[in-house]
């Protein structure tokens, strides 16, 4: 039995339909994705999956139950950590993990064993007596992770868990969500970083307007909806045709606001022919491609918008 599954599940606000009947599920021990940019429905998504809003129509099971009737006995099954951390900045490390505890009728004893080792586990063991008010970005965030684990949950929900976060801190972050995985527990991660899905995700959806436009590994998104590489050109603007000028040069372009791609299987042969048809770029940079190229050619739309 998968630990989530959703048929033709539909969210509405009014007469806003925010996620617009998606269907798919998430095995027991993966580590699985949706992205997307901001507005595409994951947060939305992400509140029914947590049984905190309910389905405006279709079916979807949390292990095995409806949220609609058994939302208690899911959520005690699993941990959540919310794009904004919502940590009480008075309280010091342990204490804040212990008050959460508690909430699920963990004896205080316990609950102060569980946050020693949790707080061992994210790196911040040091800082246990330490209040949270002066603690980095990155370290909020761990210790948010540390709390939602606090009930030794099945299923983690991660929803944009390392929005703002330098990239050192995000790092952290990653290694500390792959050894839960290798502990068996089930991970959802809602993110807008593309290098972020293709270093994490066993598996995702990309999302776009409410809907599901494609599904599968990275890698196999990757090879079914790109090149094998990309052609970065920055060009002056006194350049305007480049799009005409580079159309046979690959299989595709794009043009962006700040830049032209160009795919293509082999990269550097790209650029070479764009210097013989008398195009100097500002800039140019060969790389392979990434999910960001895949959510181009599937929505026509950058994923840092």
């Known amino acids: 039995m998968p630990v989530i599954s959703a048929t033709d599940v ?24 949706f992205l997307g940019p901001n507005g595409a429905g994951k947060s939305s998504l992400m509140r029914m999956v947590g049984c905190v809003s309910p389905v405006t129509s ?33 309280l010091t490390l342990v204490e804040n993990l212990v ?5 699920f009728d963990i004896p205080r004893r316990e609950c102060r064993e569980r946050a020693l080792e949790l707080l061992e586990f994210v790196q911040l063991a040091d800082r246990a007596r330490s209040r949270v008010e002066p603690l980095s970005g990155g370290m909020k965030r761990r210790l948010t992770i540390a709390r939602s684990l606090m009930n030794r949950p099945e299923l983690l929900l991660l929803d944009e868990p390392t929005t703002g976060l330098d990239p050192q801190a995000r790092h952290v972050l990653w290694e500390r969500l792959y050894r839960l995985k290798e502990q068996g527990v089930t991970l959802v991660l809602t993110t807008h970083y593309m290098d972020e899905a293709e270093q994490l995700c066993d598996r995702l959806v990309v999302m776009d307007r409410g809907l599901i436009v494609a ?8 090879t079914e909806h790109s090149t094998k590489e990309v052609l970065e050109l920055r060009l ?6 480049a799009a005409e000028r580079l159309a046979d040069v690959g299989e595709r372009v794009e043009v962006l606001p700040d830049r032209v791609l160009v795919y293509a299987d082999d990269g550097e ?10 195009i100097e770029p500002l800039a140019s940079l060969v790389r392979r491609s990434s999910l960001e190229d895949v959510f181009l050619r599937l929505t026509g739309r950058s994923l840092v918008e």
């Not at 599904?215 to 990757?222: A, N, V, Y």
């Open 58 to 90: 279709g079916r979807l099971d949390i292990f095995g139950l409806e949220p609609a009737a058994d939302g208690a006995a899911i959520r005690a099954r699993m941990g959540a950590v919310p794009q904004t951390d919502n940590l009480d900045q008075e």
């Open 99 to 103: 008050m959460y505890g508690r909430y």
């Open 236 to 241: 002056p603007s006194s350049i305007s045709d």
């Open 215 to 222: 599904e599968g590994t990275p890698r196999g998104l990757i």
């Open 10 to 33: 539909r969210k509405s606000f009014g007469s806003f339909e925010a996620v617009r009947g998606v269907s798919f599920e998430v095995g027991r021990g993966e580590f699985f994705g």
């Open 269 to 278: 042969e790209a650029l070479a022919e764009s210097h013989r048809r008398g």
